[in-house]
Nanobody, 120 residues
């Protein structure tokens, strides 16, 4: 089973940028994704990408601000977040091995998360 470790979170101001990283140990699936969990809510989908990077999935709130990428040589995935907003605040998780649609939080493998806080 793959082991995932996120990093790169922090406290930033609205309008700032952050780059999250997800380092994988072991084989990852074709589709990997980022999810966010805010407060006591369920994890919500942020973005997903396939192995060759040619297919990506995003939400309307992220489109144009976030960029997802993978480096297969490093077995890593990244999330570049620009023009951050307070509503982007939450714990960001990377995920591998989906058990359903890429946008659903039914992945088999999850990292421990990295916290992002955006102040207004």
């Amino acid at each position: 089973q793959v082991h995932l470790v996120e990093s790169g979170g922090g406290l930033v101001q609205a309008g700032d940028s952050l780059r999250l990283s997800c380092a994988a140990s072991g084989p990852t699936s074709d589709i990997m994704a980022w999810f966010r969990q805010a407060g006591g809510k369920e994890r919500e989908f942020v973005m997903a990408i396939n192995r060759n990077g040619r297919s990506t999935f995003s939400t309307s709130s992220n489109s144009g601000r976030f960029v997802i990428s993978r480096d297969n040589a490093k077995n890593a995935m990244y999330l570049q977040m620009n023009n951050l907003k307070p509503e982007d605040t939450g714990i960001y998780f990377c995920a591998s091995n989906p058990r359903g649609p890429a946008t659903r939080n039914t992945y088999e493998s999850w990292g421990q998360g990295t916290r992002v806080t955006v102040s207004s």
